[in-house]
C-alpha cells in the first residue's frame, strides 16, 4: 500500500504549475485480445455483451494554454486507442464510451474537470495528463476509490494512492537513469546543470540526477538554477557551464525554456559537445520561430520513437497522422495509447463489465493491471507494481536533421 500521508500534496497541487515530464495495439494485441474476448464472452455471456451498455473513460489535460502540445497530444491518442479497441469488438465484449476535458494546465480546473466527467458517469480515467493537477484530483479519485492511470504525471504525488498508477516514469527514475544513461555511454566528463528550482519536475529529476552523478564517471562542475518569475534572461547559468568547462549540459525542463538556452547559448558561444534532457523537452521541435538546427545532436531520455521501424510504431503513427492533420506523435501520445490498451488488458484479465460499481471496478483493475505483462509503444514487457511504478527499461532518442531517432 502507499503513503497516505497526503495532506499537504492538495495545497501543493494548487500552488504550482508543472508538466509531466510514458498490450499491444493493432496487430500484435488483437490476436491476444480477440482470443481472450472469445473466451470471456461465450455462451450466455454474448447476449450480456450485446445490451447498450458501455465502458465509460474519462480523460482530462491541458488542450488549450501553455501545455496544449501534451494535452491535445494524449486527447488525440485516446481517441485512436478507443476507436480501434471498439472495432476490434470492445473490452470483454462492450464498447467504450471516451470523454476528455480540459484543465488548461491548473489544478483547480482540473477538479472541476473531473466533477464534471463524474457527473457524465466516468468509471475509470486516464490522466490527468500534467503533474500538477494529477497531484490534486489523485485526491478525488482515492475518495471515490476510482480507477486512475496517468500516461504522463512524473511527480512522486501523481501517484500517492493504491487506485492510481502511471505509464511515464517519475521525476526521481528519470533523474537516476539520465545520470546512469551518460555515464554508461561515456557521454562527458563535465557536466552542468540547469534547472527550475520552483517546479517539482525540474527539482525532482535534478535531485536524483545529482546524487547518482556521484557513482558514474563524470563530474557536475556547475549546478545552475532558475525559477517561473526568470525564466528568460539564462545569460547567468549559461556562463557558469562555460567558465566550467562543461561538455555536457543536462536540461532537465520543458522544451519552451530548453529553447530560449539553446538560443541564448548559441549566441553567447558556449557550444557544448551534448545537450541532455527528459521527457519535457519533447515538442523542442515545434517550437514557434525557434532555429530547430540548435536542437541538432539533443539527447532525451524517453522511451518512444515515432520513426521506429516495429508494426505497432509504424501503425500508430500513420494513425496519429490522419487524425491530427500530419502532427507526428509526441512520448505523450504514446504513453496514453498505451494507458488504454494496458487498461484493456487488465480489465479482460478480471472480466470486467460496466455493470460493476466504480469502486469494484477500481478493486479489480488494481489487481488486474498488477498481474499483467503489457507490451506496447513505450515498452516491450511493462509490468506495474502495487506502488503504481511502471517496471520498464529506458530508452533515449536524438534529434537528427530534425526528428527523433532511437539513439545507440
Known sequence: ????????????????????????????????TAKATTAAN????????????????????????????????????????????????????????????????????AVNAYNTLKDWGMQMLVGTVTSAPCVAVVEETHNDNMFQLT?????VDCIAYDNAFRVCFSDPNQGKASAQYIGSKSLATKVAIIYDSS??????????????SANQSFEVVADQAFTSDSKTDFSVQIQ??????????????????????????????YEPGVIFGCDGLDGILSVENFDTSLAEGVYLLTP??????????VKFVEAYKAAANGEVPNQFAADAYDAVYAIKQAAEAQNITPDMSTSDICE???????????????GDAITWGADGEPNKAPKAVVIKSGVYELAE
Open 151 to 155: 500516461p504522463s504525471g512524473t511527480a
Open 304 to 313: 518512444f520513437s515515432a520513426t521506429a521501424t516495429d508494426d505497432l510504431t
Open 240 to 269: 557558469a557551464a562555460k567558465d566550467a568547462g562543461a561538455d555536457l549540459l543536462f536540461l532537465p525542463i520543458y522544451y519552451q525554456e530548453a529553447s530560449l538556452i539553446l538560443a541564448q547559448a548559441k549566441t553567447s558561444g
Open 42 to 109: 461465450s455462451g450466455s455471456d454474448n447476449a450480456a455483451a450485446s445490451s447498450d451498455a458501455k465502458f465509460k473513460l474519462g480523460g482530462i489535460g491541458p488542450v488549450t494554454g501553455g501545455a496544449a502540445i501534451y494535452g491535445n497530444a494524449v486527447k488525440t491518442a485516446i481517441q485512436i486507442a478507443v476507436d480501434e479497441i471498439n472495432a476490434a469488438g470492445g473490452i470483454n465484449g462492450y464498447q467504450v464510451e471516451y470523454q476528455f476535458q480540459d484543465d488548461e494546465h491548473d489544478a483547480e480546473k
Open 1 to 32: 500500500m502507499k503513503n497516505f500521508k497526503r495532506t499537504l500534496a492538495l495545497g501543493a497541487a494548487l500552488a504550482m504549475t508543472t508538466t509531466a515530464l510514458a498490450g499491444c495495439g493493432a496487430s500484435d494485441q488483437g490476436s491476444t
Open 199 to 212: 517546479d517539482t519536475y525540474s527539482t525532482g529529476i535534478h535531485d536524483t540526477f545529482v546524487a547518482e
Open 364 to 378: 479489480a483493475l488494481k489487481k488486474g493491471i498488477t498481474s499483467v505483462t503489457y507490451a506496447g509503444l513505450t
